[in-house]
């Protein structure tokens, strides 16, 4: 028998298989929907209609104004408490995440020509420093307009110094599921890729398929290439269904090119598939292989490759180690896609990185899956 021959009964026995066993089609198309859902919807570092105490004695005209500004912007909701003892309290007791201050003199120094500037003070509850720098920057937003507007209607004086014209590239919205999802995207093709392979070939080793299929003329190559084509097609399928979430529910621009993110995807694939089967060859034990995967995949996954937290803010022994988390360079890649386009000088590298994390995978598995049962 041939060695194509052997390859097509292989490849005949894996998609039965995977027929009769509908735990891998969920683990492909299932696992990615829920996975899109939770991780793309729940995790944001946007704040919107955050709650702000505005405390301001013997309230006039140009308090109201205030007011309104900031009621016209969709990130705060500001609320008008009588005494600064009635806004400490719903900040201790977190009803407000900030209290701004407007004191009796407000007023007359904003509209006097000269002299000291009108002062505002703004308490914020920092037990969230995510929260309390977005406050902080949404509150100075809504006041810088309100300013521009008064200084144009009452012709008040234009103090000097730098006029900041500022422009946001590749994320002109700043929202923060166009850099999360992307990184949800890498998520799941590594939960899903690895546990393809971990789980369902650790399944075999426990019922005696893998000692029937050691004890058969194929080639040790021949198996792991047969498990490695069919698992690799429903793996892309998985990634065309999250790149389709993507751009259709959560509105994400794709920016780049299906030429670009086919290799990237593919070698991605080989790497989490390679990683799978050398997790169940190593543990041949269903629940020992999903929790291994679980701590090789997704906590460096979603920790160490720039999905949540910057790298470049990491301390540099950490950075130096997310080199060695291959879904860094698939967040490079699928990030650069969406909001950028076909950047090769950031692609390029990347796609090394992840063929190195392929080469390396296989090898380790074709090294450590033996005939030998002991």
Same mark, same amino acid.
């Given at each position: 028998?041939?060695?194509?021959?052997?390859?097509?009964?292989?490849?005949?026995?894996?998609?039965?298989?995977?027929?009769?066993?509908?735990?891998?089609?969920?683990?492909?198309?299932?696992?990615?929907?829920?996975?899109?859902?939770?991780?793309?919807?729940?995790?944001?570092?946007?704040?919107?209609?955050?709650?702000?105490?505005?405390?301001?004695?013997?309230?006039?005209?140009?308090?109201?104004?205030?007011?309104?500004?900031?009621?016209?912007?969709?990130?705060?909701?500001?609320?008008?408490?009588?005494?600064?003892?009635?806004?400490?309290?719903?900040?201790?007791?977190?009803?407000?995440?900030?209290?701004?201050?407007?004191?009796?003199?407000?007023?007359?120094?904003?509209?006097?020509?000269?002299?000291?500037?009108?002062?505002?003070?703004?308490?914020?509850?920092?037990?969230?420093?995510?929260?309390?720098?977005?406050?902080?920057?949404?509150?100075?937003?809504?006041?810088?307009?309100?300013?521009?507007?008064?200084?144009?209607?009452?012709?008040?004086?234009?103090?000097?110094?730098?006029?900041?014209?500022?422009?946001?590239?590749?994320?002109?919205?700043?929202?923060?599921?166009?850099?999360?999802?992307?990184?949800?995207?890498?998520?799941?093709?590594?939960?899903?890729?690895?546990?393809?392979?971990?789980?369902?070939?650790?399944?075999?080793?426990?019922?005696?398929?893998?000692?029937?299929?050691?004890?058969?003329?194929?080639?040790?190559?021949?198996?792991?290439?047969?498990?490695?084509?069919?698992?690799?097609?429903?793996?892309?399928?998985?990634?065309?269904?999250?790149? *389709?979430?993507? #751009?259709?529910?959560?509105? %994400? /621009?794709?920016?780049?090119? &299906?030429? !670009?993110? +086919?290799?990237? =995807?593919?070698?991605?694939?080989?790497?989490?598939?390679?990683?799978?089967?050398?997790?169940?060859?190593?543990?041949?034990?269903?629940?020992?292989?999903?929790?291994?995967?679980?701590?090789?995949?997704?906590?460096?996954?979603?920790?160490?490759?720039?999905?949540?937290?910057?790298?470049?803010?990491?301390?540099?022994?950490?950075?130096?180690?997310?080199?060695?988390?291959?879904?860094?360079?698939?967040?490079?890649?699928?990030?650069?896609?969406?909001? *950028?386009?076909? #950047?090769?000088?950031?692609? %390029? /590298?990347?796609?090394?990185? &992840?063929? !190195?994390? +392929?080469?390396? =995978?296989?090898?380790?598995?074709?090294?450590?899956?033996?005939?030998?049962?002991?």
């Amino acid at each position: 028998m041939s060695a194509a021959q052997r390859l097509r009964g292989l490849a005949r026995k894996e998609i039965k298989q995977i027929l009769r066993d509908p735990s891998a089609i969920l683990i492909a198309f299932l696992l990615p929907i829920v996975l899109m859902l939770v991780n793309g919807f729940g995790i944001s570092f946007d704040a919107r209609q955050v709650s702000l105490a505005v405390v301001a004695t013997a309230p006039d005209e140009t308090v109201r104004g205030m007011l309104q500004a900031l009621q016209a912007s969709p990130y705060l909701d500001p609320l008008l408490l009588p005494n600064m003892p009635a806004a400490e309290a719903a900040l201790a007791r977190g009803a407000v995440r900030g209290i701004l201050v407007a004191r009796e003199d407000f007023a007359p120094h904003l509209h006097r020509r000269g002299g000291a500037p009108a002062g505002l003070a703004l308490d914020i509850n920092a037990t969230d420093p995510n929260t309390a720098r977005l406050l902080e920057g949404y509150t100075s937003g809504a006041l810088a307009a309100w300013m521009g507007g008064e200084v144009r209607e009452r012709r008040l004086p234009q103090p000097g110094g730098v006029d900041l014209q500022h422009r946001y590239w590749f994320n002109p919205e700043l929202r923060s599921a166009d850099a999360i999802v992307p990184g949800v995207i890498a998520l799941v093709m590594t939960m899903s890729g690895t546990l393809l392979t971990a789980l369902i070939v650790a399944r075999e080793w426990e019922r005696g398929t893998m000692e029937s299929m050691l004890a058969s003329p194929a080639k040790m190559g021949e198996l792991i290439l047969a498990k490695l084509g069919c698992y690799f097609v429903l793996g892309i399928g998985s990634m065309a269904l999250s790149v *389709a979430m993507a #751009v259709t529910l959560f509105q %994400l /621009p794709f920016r780049g090119s &299906l030429l !670009a993110l +086919a290799p990237a =995807a593919s070698l991605f694939m080989i790497f989490a598939l390679g990683l799978g089967l050398l997790i169940s060859t190593v543990a041949r034990n269903q629940f020992v292989a999903s929790q291994v995967a679980f701590l090789t995949t997704m906590m460096p996954a979603m920790m160490l490759s720039g999905m949540l937290f910057d790298i470049a803010s990491m301390p540099w022994w950490l950075q130096w180690l997310t080199y060695a988390v291959p879904a860094r360079y698939l967040v490079s890649i699928l990030q650069t896609q969406f909001l *950028a386009g076909d #950047v090769w000088p950031v692609l %390029l /590298p990347n796609l090394a990185g &992840l063929a !190195a994390a +392929a080469a390396l =995978a296989m090898v380790a598995t074709l090294a450590v899956t033996r005939r030998r049962l002991d």
